[in-house]
């Protein structure tokens, strides 16, 4: 298969080397590569038949915890078994590169941090950090899962208050976490370039970082295999994978 060459428009080669404040935004695509499956491809064996959007919520969890703790927990073995993609290294790389670099993820995985990137900001948890459903305290998950295959699995009890442990992420229906936001927000609207990277730009509110940093004024890139249609003369579609696009966009 012939090498498909990716041409960096100027603009933002220009924008990149010139920036003050560069923020990446990621999706689930910066971990395909990684061989993660991102959020909307079809759930596997035991929860195949449903959409994610039901199975990432509250009330699906207290429905049937066994579940849905155990999709997470299959989840979490699945991360421990895989490594950083050339995406993410290239994102610890350019932070190197500019003076100052933001990281805000959607994911809940820990590949940015595993890659080197430091202070991420996870708006929507992390599948490591397990609390307690009912007093929030934190609960240290000990080891891998031994799950040899999709299976429902009991979660496991707080040893504060004997309620259910959760998954440490946010749910469909759940508030962001406020200070994750904020900075978040803040980053938006003081950053000279945004890389959007990996996202189908489908869920909120993260979904309006990239356009509150193109209101104010940064230029706005979205790497993707998928053509994002832009509308603004600041906002520009790489079409590829991340892992392919991200290093050449790499200033000297
Ligand atoms: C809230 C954790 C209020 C769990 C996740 C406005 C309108 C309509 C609905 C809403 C709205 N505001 C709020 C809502 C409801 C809802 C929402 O947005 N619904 C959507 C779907 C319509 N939002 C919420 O409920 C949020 N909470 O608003 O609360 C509130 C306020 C106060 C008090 C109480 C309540 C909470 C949303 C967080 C949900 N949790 N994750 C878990 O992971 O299990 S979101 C989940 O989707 C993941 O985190 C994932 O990251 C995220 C977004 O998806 P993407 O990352 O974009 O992944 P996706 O699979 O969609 O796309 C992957 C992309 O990668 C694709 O484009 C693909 O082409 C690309 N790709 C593939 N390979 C590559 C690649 N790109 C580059 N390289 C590659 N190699
Ligand atoms: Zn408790």
Redesign the pocket.
């Known amino acids: 298969m012939h090498k498909k060459f990716i041409q960096v428009p100027t603009e933002l080669v220009n924008a990149l080397a010139d920036a003050r404040h560069v923020l990446v935004f ?5 971990s ?2 990684s061989g993660v499956s ?4 079809a759930l596997s064996g035991l929860w195949a038949r449903f959409d ?2 039901q ?2 919520t509250p009330e699906a969890f207290l429905a049937d915890p066994a579940l849905v703790w155990g999709w ?1 927990e299959w ?1 979490r073995q699945l991360l421990l078994k895989v490594q950083p993609n050339a ?1 993410h290294h290239a994102i610890v790389e350019l932070a190197q590169r500019v003076p100052k670099l933001t990281v805000i993820t ?3 995985d820990d590949l940015h941090e595993r890659a080197g990137s430091r202070d991420v900001l996870h ?3 992390s ?1 490591f950090n397990p609390r307690c459903f009912t007093c929030a305290q934190p609960y240290t998950l000990d080891r891998a899962p031994n799950m040899t295959h999709e299976q429902a699995l009991t979660p496991p009890t707080c040893r504060h208050c004997q309620g259910m442990i959760r ?1 440490g ?8 976490p406020q200070a994750e936001m904020e900075a978040a927000f803040t980053a938006a609207e003081n950053c000279d370039v945004l890389l959007s ?11 309006q970082i990239p356009q509150l940093a193109l209101r104010s004024g940064a230029w706005v890139a979205h ?4 053509a994002m249609n832009c509308q603004h003369p600041c906002e520009l579609s790489l079409v ?4 392919q696009i991200l290093p050449l966009l790499l200033p000297s």
Not at 26 to 30: D, S
Not at 198 to 203: A, L
Not at 240 to 243: E, L, S, T, V
Request: glycine letters at 16%.
């Open positions: 990621t999706g689930a695509g910066v395909a590569e991102t959020f909307r491809d994610p959007m199975l990432a997470y989840r995406a959607q994911n809940v708006l929507h948890g599948i998954p992420v946010v749910w469909f229906g759940e508030a962001l990277v990996g996202t189908s730009g489908v869920v909120q509110p993260a979904a790497i993707n295999p998928d590829g994978a991340a892992g």
